[in-house]
């Protein structure tokens, strides 16, 4: 469990308790959202984890503010879902989200155990979320024609992590 730079906020594993608010941001978020049964087979593959970022309330359950589901693969990880609460979108919450992905990439990477990078395949429509990566130092490096189906192209976005300064 990690704070972040957001107020009252942390990010934890992605848990079933969450399940029903992140089903929410999904169906808000994407024209073809993922089912209960997506989520529980993408966070019980041992090569996959879901992360969470939680907001305390008054009330007693936390509130889901934005989630991602993360590959975890020999030469890279890769992005497979990633959304944020429409109220909360433009206050650096994806950004912090971010962070914490590339956070614990990095240490993986420096442990051997995964290559440099981390991508994403987004939709050629998708601009905010191609925005979002710039904004994260990704740049597009392919286009796969018709990538998710129904004739819509896909770029993947590649963050490469930067190598380790070496010390004077
Ligand atoms: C894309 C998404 C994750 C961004 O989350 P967010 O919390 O709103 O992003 P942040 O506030 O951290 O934004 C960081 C930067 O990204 C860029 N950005 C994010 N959303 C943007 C938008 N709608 N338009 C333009 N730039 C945008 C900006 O540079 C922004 O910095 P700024 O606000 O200082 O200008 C969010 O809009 C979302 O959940 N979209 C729907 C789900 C989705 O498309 N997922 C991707 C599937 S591949």
Not at 131 to 156: M, P, V
Request: hydrophobic share 40%; charged share 25%.
């Amino acid at each position: 469990m990690r704070l972040t730079s957001t107020a009252n906020a942390w990010i934890d594993w992605m848990r079933p308790k969450h399940l029903d608010q992140v089903l929410d941001i999904e169906a808000e978020s994407f024209d073809e959202p993922w089912d209960e049964n997506e989520f529980l087979q993408h966070t019980t593959d041992p090569y996959c984890f879901g992360l969470a970022l939680l907001r305390r309330t008054p009330l007693s359950t936390d509130q889901v503010m934005a989630f991602a589901v993360v590959r975890r693969k020999l030469k890279s990880w890769r992005l497979l879902n990633f959304a944020v609460l429409k109220s909360a979108r433009r206050q650096k919450v994806g950004s912090a989200l971010m962070e914490e992905i590339k956070h614990r990439h990095r240490a993986a990477h420096l442990l051997g155990i995964t290559g440099p990078w981390i991508a994403d395949d987004v939709d050629e429509e998708n601009l905010q979320m191609q925005l979002f990566l710039r904004s994260h130092k990704f740049q597009a490096k392919r286009i796969t024609r018709n990538g998710h189906g129904a004739g819509i192209d896909t770029y993947t976005m590649v963050f490469k992590q930067p190598k380790q300064q070496r010390k004077a």
